[in-house]
Nanobody
Framework: QVQLVESGGGLVQAGGSLRLSCAAS????????MGWSRQAPGKQRELVATIPRAGATIYQDSVKGRFTISTDNVKNTVYLQMNSLKPEDTAVYYC?????????WGQGTQVTVSS
């Protein structure tokens, strides 16, 4: 059973930065893809960024140039560095991973950006 635990959310002013972390049980090297999604109140969950085991990272257009996804294979952790935050980035952020035909999700961490 894969478990993902997010941390690093909080309240920040517009223009500020936060770094989200997602600690995975088991080796993330065996995962096909890791990524982050978010869900704002009253909206559908949307993909923010993904990082495959092999290949290029992918970002949602609205976060390109501001967010950076990365992994630490030694710590089995995936990060989301978020800079130049905007109020519209306010959401619950979820870490996920895809291993074969299975997907796993964390419990989410709240990010609130005040104007």
């Amino acid at each position: 059973q894969v478990q993902l635990v997010e941390s690093g959310g909080g309240l920040v002013q517009a223009g500020g930065s936060l770094r989200l972390s997602c600690a995975a049980s088991g080796s993330i090297f065996s995962f096909n893809v890791m990524g982050w999604s978010r869900q704002a109140p009253g909206k559908q969950r949307e993909l923010v960024a993904t990082i495959p085991r092999a290949g290029a990272t992918i970002y949602q257009d609205s976060v390109k140039g501001r967010f950076t996804i990365s992994t630490d294979n030694v710590k089995n952790t995936v990060y989301l560095q978020m800079n130049s935050l905007k109020p519209e980035d306010t959401a619950v952020y979820y870490c996920f991973t895809i291993q074969g035909s299975l997907s796993y999700w964390g419990q989410g961490t709240q990010v609130t950006v005040s104007s």
